[in-house]
């Protein structure tokens, strides 16, 4: 379950998101005897650090089991009702393992294997004709 957090007063002023979602964002309260910016108990909270939506809580990830991807080795561990999650690598590296996994079929999260693979490609050879890397 995600909290929304919005904006104080946002219900009374059309100018602040009444019947307008786009207007309806979160601003940090300032003010002298904010009620909310004071965290006064029976106001509705203000955005802050541990409200973060966990990755392996999202959509179709729910019936499957979550794999940490950082290397070629751990893309090898992936099983039958597993799915990739690639963690903190580079894109030399991001771009080999998506190209292995296209060959394997492998559902990596997050990431448009084909697309990524081709896009990485013509970048490549883009660099190559114009001389080396920027």
């Known amino acids: 379950m995600t909290i929304k957090f919005f904006r104080r007063?946002?219900?009374?002023?059309?100018?602040l998101g009444m019947g307008r979602k786009k207007k309806q964002k979160w601003r940090n309260p300032t003010g002298r005897h904010?009620?909310?910016r004071e965290k006064i108990r029976g106001h509705p909270s203000p955005?802050?650090?541990g409200y973060r939506?966990?990755?392996s809580s999202r959509g179709k990830i729910l019936e499957k089991k979550v794999v940490r991807i950082y290397n070629m080795k751990d893309l090898g561990k992936i099983g039958k009702n597993e799915i990739g999650l690639l963690g903190k690598i580079g894109k030399r590296k991001k771009t080999e393992i998506a190209k292995k996994a296209v060959e394997m079929k492998i559902h990596i999260h997050g990431?448009?294997?084909n697309k990524f693979?081709?896009?990485m490609e013509r970048k490549r050879?883009?660099?190559t004709k114009s001389g080396g890397s920027k």
């Open 9 to 15: 007063n946002w219900n009374r002023f059309s100018r």
């Open 34 to 36: 904010n009620k909310i």
């Open 47 to 49: 955005v802050s650090i």
């Open 53 to 55: 939506q966990d990755k």
């Open 111 to 113: 990431v448009n294997l």
């Open 117 to 119: 693979a081709k896009d």
């Open 125 to 127: 050879k883009h660099e």
